[in-house]
């Protein structure tokens, strides 16, 4: 899916000029899944292995799973909020 990024640079120069740049626009989607995917599928490689077979090893899939439920419902929350309520302003 790719998103609409929106970069604007930003320096104090005193009196010299204006302390903001042009907006710059430009369409960025992450290459693949991978990245994502990776650290999920080395907990369960990890999981794998002979001494971690035992039920009380399973129980790391809790936080991570709470993790991932709250990264996917905020991510869901901030999408749906107007870009204008992100802007910063850094002086």
Do not use: H, Y
Not at 10 to 16: F, K, L, Q
Not at 22 to 34: L, R
């Amino acid at each position: 899916m790719a998103r609409r990024l929106k970069v604007v640079a930003s320096a104090d120069v005193g009196e010299m000029g204006t302390k903001q740049g042009p907006p710059v626009f430009c369409e960025w989607a992450a290459p693949s899944a991978i990245p994502q995917l990776l650290p999920w599928l080395a907990i369960l490689a990890l999981l794998m292995l002979k001494p971690n077979r035992r039920a009380s090893a399973w129980w790391i899939w809790a936080p991570l799973g709470f993790l991932a439920v709250a990264t996917t419902a905020s991510q869901f929350v901030l999408e749906s909020l107007p870009s204008s309520e992100f802007e910063l302003s850094m002086e």
